[in-house]
């Protein structure tokens, strides 16, 4: 039987991502950035209806909030289908350093305001900058949520983003993960009975845990910018040959879809990888790898996946 593939979209606005490079932002500038979302929803959209693809769109309330053009988008893509998960609604790069209370208060805040717009509950969590920890995982189960995402199961992500951190103003700052994110499962599974339950203490959260697919031994992610690096080189179709052997969480960013001169990007985030590669050049490369895809995984969103894995398990 063939494997499943679900492709996963982190919605970071052009503002959260001006973050991520450590600027901070004028209320002038936050509105001139505000074209994000419908500018890429629209290119997502007409990508996979040209390739019959449902995915997950994983939103943070506060690049939408004030914004009826892009709550109109994220309407947009539920209506065809598409899962709109949450990112959290303020998408703090140091999420797991908050107390108990106020993650749970930004995760709920965030399922209430997705709902208003797709009339939804999201069922899919994950963090901003992949963090994890067990308090996370307990906390996620109380809200509801079938699934989560969080989880980074690599080494070299983890030190790229450490080494990332350290000049960064603090609130910027990636937040902690528990070690065990490291040597987690790099396929999706029931965290319950993953070697997460060390650390729940008694917790049996009725979690499933789909992390962003990594290859074997390396740990070393595989995801859009592998794709845009690589092409369709040797490289890739090694790599694309080890992944084939288990489900595939395929992850992308909003941003991939830019083209920072076509579309007149602020010129800050032409430090972001791949951001000046041509747009046509990027679809390209995705549709190839998703096509071949098409031939050797089942396309599932991500929550019907979950979904089906948890009753697998039962
Ligand atoms: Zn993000």
Redesign the pocket.
Known sequence: MKNSCSVQV?L?SFA?LLHFYNYRLTDRELKELSIFYPLVISRFLDLFRRLDIKATF?V?GWDVEGNPEAAESIKLLSSQGHEVAS?SYA?QYNFTCLNEKEIESDIQKNSNFIENITGLKPLGFKT??CCSTAALFAIISRCGFLYDSSVAPSFIYEFWKRMRSISKHNEYRSGKSDFISLISPRIPYRVSRSIWRYKLAGLSPQIIEMPFSCLPFTRVPFYSNSLFMFGENAINRLCYSLLKRNHLIFFMHGIDLVDLYKDNVDIRLRAHPFVSMPLAKKIKHLEVFLQKAKGDFIFKRSDVLAREILNNNK
């Open positions: 982190d970071d959260t994983f943070a990112h998408h901003p900058g």
